[in-house]
T-cell receptor
């Protein structure tokens, strides 16, 4: 399995950009990087995904290095509501089914 | 409607009880998933259903029995559970099996086994 490594926790001041790194050095050429977050006591929420190009949506930006061994999720203007556990995931397809294997994630604290 | 609903929100059951968890989505998604999440741990995949057929069982004990009666509904039948099975049980769905894409998660059922 392509495993991911993330910092256990990070702090970010409200209004600043939050940059969350992820290492996925064993990723295969056709595997996508996904980011989800889980706010306390809720189900995980999809944020963004990408293959090799940088991606942006209304929630975040995803920067993937050229060798695809690492990526960074950017929340451009963090708010208190962005306090959550952020999971970086490499999506595996097994026998035509998708498997999300969650790592330990990064606990992001947004500080007022 | 972009929602996955789960009932009940909370469940307390004894070790000899039989109960069921229910998950529903009306987005036309054809892949549905059960995850188990212990406190302060990441979710762990339990089962995957593709086109209403069980396609992945992550070596889950037989006291957990999934069922997919139709494309909108996913059940998890529970019998003779142990206290260590207490956890948050999450359901998720995605549009097309094996095509990647966003998984939509429900809010979960918090299960306590006494």
């Amino acid at each position: 399995d392509a495993k991911t490594t993330q910092p256990t926790s990070m702090d970010c001041a409200e209004g600043r950009a939050a940059n969350l790194p992820c290492n996925h050095s064993t990723i295969s050429g056709n595997e996508y990087v996904y980011w989800y977050r889980q706010i306390h006591s809720q189900g995980p929420q999809y944020i963004i995904h990408g293959l090799k190009n940088n991606e942006t949506n209304e929630m975040a930006s995803l920067i993937i290095t050229e060798d695809r061994k690492s990526s960074t999720l950017i929340l451009p203007h963090a708010t208190l509501r962005d306090t959550a556990v952020y999971y970086c995931i490499v999506l595996r397809t097994v026998n035509r089914d998708d498997k999300i294997i969650f790592g330990k994630g990064t606990r992001l604290h947004i500080l007022p | 409607d972009t929602e996955v609903t789960q009932t009940p929100k909370h469940l307390v059951m004894g070790m000899t009880n039989k109960k069921s968890l229910k998950c529903e989505q009306h987005m036309g998604h054809r892949a549905m998933y059960w995850y188990k999440q212990k406190a302060k741990k990441p979710p762990e995949l339990m089962f995957v259903y593709s086109y209403e057929k069980l396609s992945i069982n992550e070596s889950v004990p037989s006291r957990f029995s999934p069922e997919c009666p139709n494309s909108s509904l996913l059940n998890l039948h529970l019998h003779a559970l142990q206290p260590e099975d207490s956890a948050l049980y999450l359901c998720a769905s995605t549009r097309t099996p094996g095509q990647g894409g966003e998984q939509y998660f429900g809010p979960g059922t918090r299960l306590t086994v006494t």
